[in-house]
């Protein structure tokens, strides 16, 4: 078992180009992360693939899934990479930043406290809210509620965790955000106590 530490934990058999982990973080074997950012506590298992994302703390996300603002040009003559990532191809050419900007442009945010089931791809400008959950092989083309469960293909919600007063309660505590020895003191409370309950004692 490997102990996580303020320290990122990346699998040398993985790749993280151009990005800020925040700590207690770790990145799995044969997953790569480009031009993102993932929040204290948050991971990511094997072969997932995350770019132009924004993604907040105690994030859990499952092996295989692709968070990844990767769009081809359907509005050109040809969808191929050789009319954006042209300098692979032809000898004195560049490659069309214009177009690499405008994928930039369409990145993804994901709030604190989600889960993102095994499989699940999620498509370019979705934002999903704290707390949700977005099950197994979902596709996620819609932004997604805070404490929200969303499944399929495409993936609609089923239904919230949490009641609306429950869900208020629990996004103004924001305990995501308290230091690892607040967290660290209030883990029996975490794994034995109802929602209501640990609203009543913390909130």
């Known amino acids: 078992m490997t102990r996580l530490s303020e320290k990122p934990n990346i699998h040398p058999m993985a790749k ?34 995350i770019a132009y994302a924004q993604i907040g703390k105690f994030a859990n996300i499952a092996s295989h899934v692709r968070i990844y603002a990767s769009m081809h040009p359907m509005e050109r003559a040809s969808q191929h990479h050789f009319t954006y990532r042209s300098a692979w191809y032809f000898e004195g050419e560049t490659d069309d930043q214009s177009f690499f900007d405008w994928r930039a442009g369409q990145g993804i945010t994901i709030g604190h406290d989600t889960w993102i089931g095994h499989g699940a791809v999620v498509m370019p400008g979705v934002t999903i809210g704290n707390g949700a959950i977005i099950g197994s092989n979902a596709v996620v083309t819609k932004d997604v509620a805070d404490f929200a469960i969303a499944v399929g293909v495409p ?49």
């Open 16 to 49: 993280v180009v151009g990005s800020t982990l925040g700590r207690y973080t770790e990145v799995g074997s044969g997953s790569s992360v480009s031009r993102s950012t993932m929040g204290d506590y948050s991971y990511c298992v094997e072969n997932t693939q």
């Open 155 to 203: 993936a609609r919600t089923i239904r919230q965790r949490f009641s609306d007063d429950v869900a208020s309660r629990l996004d103004a505590l924001a305990w995501w955000d308290w230091d690892h020895e607040r967290l660290h003191q209030a883990l029996p409370d975490f794994r034995k106590l109802g929602i209501e309950a640990f609203l009543e004692k913390y909130a």
